[in-house]
Structure formats: C-alpha cells, structure tokens
C-alpha cells in the first residue's frame, strides 16, 4: 500500500520558474526521503530530512518537514529542462533498527519544465 | 551512476512460468532490498536481505522470494507468474540495517512483461 499521497500528481512549468511539490503521509517516521525518477528508469536519492529536522537544503533543493500534520514539501528553485522527471517521497517507518531501509513510496509528482 | 546493476533489462516471460532477476549491489553495501513499481504508480517494498537473511517482507506473496550472497549480491525469485506480475522490479543497496542510513542507492531495474 502506498503510504503517502503526493500533490500535485503533475506540474508543468517554464524554464526558470520554481516548482513545488508537496507530500503527505499516514504513520510515524524516522525520515522522510525524496528521490527523481526519469523515464521509468532507477530512482536517484535527492535528499534526506529526518523525523527531528525541520528544513533542510540541497543546491537548489529545499525540503520541508511538518511532522505535526504529517507532511513534507520539496521546491525547485530556478528549474531547468533537465530537472523533468517523476519525483517521489518515500518514508523510513520509525520502528527500531530493523526497519532501515524498508521505504514507503507515494504515487509520485510529474514534473515538466519547458525550455 | 549509483554503482547498482540489474540484468536483465528487459524479460518477457508468460503466465505460469518462473523468473529470476539478478542485482549486484553498489561495493560495500551489505543490505538490499527489492521494490516493484507497476506503471504510473511508486515502487512497493516487497523485500530486505541484510548479510543472507531475510531482514522484512512488504505485502506480496509467498511466490516472491529472494536470496542473497555473500558477496551481496542478491536474487528475486517469482513463480507461478500472474498478468499483475508486469512491472518495473528495482533493486537497492544501502550501507547497513539497523543503525545505518536508509538512503537507498537504486539499480536501473528490470522491466518484466508477463503475457
């Protein structure tokens, strides 16, 4: 079952623009990861926020986490062509050691940028 | 690249038969894990192997199965193939279960069609 809903389930936008996709999900966490897909190839980590961070950055990637309503945003800023791809949340589950690695994907966010 | 390597590619098999896709995983990562991702939707975990045992099950069933080695490579098994079979199958290293990172290092996946 997936346990996150992403928002929205597409986004088209202009070259230069910033992009904002937003996730929500259902149970407690460790962490709450967010990956790009291209073309239904292997996914590619992007970045990591745990349970206990609020904000983190990445070059061009900003991650939010509200752990109180169970929801995460990723921005985009300044996007290019390049950055068109499916991005998804996926979430570690906060239940001990043994569950590292045993991540929950949502359905995924398709972004366009045009040239 | 994340070091992680799938074969096959692609594999068209029909229902009834069994199939074994293979991963290598990325140096140094003792832990994988198998997720399936049907078309327009994100992967589902179906497994984790961490040093050759079983270390988690998502929700699929007994006709998946998997092993890994000690060089940590690994295998996913299915038998009996169903049509619902058809789908992308990823596989992903990381460093360590239980107390390790839970960034996943994704493989470029096997696309198996099931007529």
């Known amino acids: 079952s997936q346990q996150g809903e992403e928002d929205p389930q597409a986004l088209s936008i202009q070259e230069g623009e910033n992009a904002t996709m937003n996730c929500s999900y259902k149970t407690s966490i460790n962490n709450l990861q967010w990956y790009r897909q291209n073309s239904g190839r292997g996914l590619v980590h992007l970045i990591l926020i745990r349970s206990n961070e609020r904000e983190k950055h990445s070059g061009r990637l900003r991650v939010t986490l509200d752990t109180s309503k169970k929801s995460s945003s990723l921005l985009i800023t300044a996007s290019r062509a390049a950055d068109t791809a499916s991005y998804f949340c996926?979430?570690?589950?906060?239940?001990?050691?043994?569950?590292?690695?045993?991540?929950?994907f949502g359905q995924g966010t398709i972004l366009t940028v045009h040239p | 690249e994340t070091g992680v390597t799938q074969s096959p590619t692609h594999l068209i098999k029909t229902r009834g038969q069994q199939v074994t896709l293979r991963c290598s995983s990325q140096?140094?990562?003792?832990?994988v894990s198998w997720y399936q991702q049907a078309l327009g939707q994100g992967p589902q975990f179906i497994f984790q192997?961490?040093?050759?045992?079983?270390?988690g099950r998502g929700n699929f069933p007994p006709r998946f199965s998997g092993l890994q080695f000690p060089n940590y490579s690994s295998e996913l098994n299915v038998n009996a193939l169903e049509l619902d079979d058809s789908a992308l199958y990823l596989c992903a290293s990381s460093l360590a279960a239980g107390g390790g990172t839970d960034t996943q290092y994704f493989g470029p996946g096997t696309r198996l069609t099931v007529l």
């Open positions: 996926a979430t570690g589950p906060n239940a001990g050691g043994t569950s590292y690695g045993k991540l929950t």
């Open positions: 140096s140094g990562h003792n832990t």
């Open positions: 192997y961490y040093r050759e045992e079983e270390n």
